[in-house]
Nanobody, 124 residues
Framework: QVQLVESGGGLVQAGGSLRLSCAASGRTFSNYVMGWFRQAPGKEREFVAAVSRLGYSTDYADSVKGRFTISRDNAKLTVYLQMNSLKPEDTAVYYC?????????????????WGQGTQVTVSS
């Protein structure tokens, strides 16, 4: 498995931006599809975005398309989530996850490694 540590969360006003980072260690980073998920209070954890092993392909939840951008730097063993035009409904704990597979996935059970999460709070 790969170890994951998220950072970059915080409090931001609606319309603002944040960039989350997820640093990986332990295994060959480029063997993993990387994803971001989030869990709002009282709700189930949901898919946000995923990026392919070499970064050429991405997938997004409809709720964040056009506002969020996932990217990765395999040399730095890091995946990013740039979040723009944030809305109060984006408030959640954001989790980074790694899946040792070839194709993108939006299914939580495909991801075997998870970070501890970072809180994002968007005020109205």
């Amino acid at each position: 498995q790969v170890q994951l540590v998220e950072s970059g969360g915080g409090l931001v006003q609606a319309g603002g931006s944040l960039r989350l980072s997820c640093a990986a260690s332990g295994r060959t980073f480029s063997n993993y599809v990387m994803g971001w998920f989030r869990q709002a209070p009282g709700k189930e954890r949901e898919f946000v975005a995923a990026v392919s092993r070499l970064g050429y392909s991405t997938d997004y939840a409809d709720s964040v398309k056009g506002r969020f951008t996932i990217s990765r730097d395999n040399a730095k063993l890091t995946v990013y989530l740039q979040m723009n035009s944030l809305k109060p409904e984006d408030t959640a704990v954001y989790y980074c996850a790694a899946a040792e597979r070839f194709g993108l996935s939006n299914r939580q059970y495909d991801y075997g490694s998870w970070g501890q999460g970072t809180q994002v709070t968007v005020s109205s």
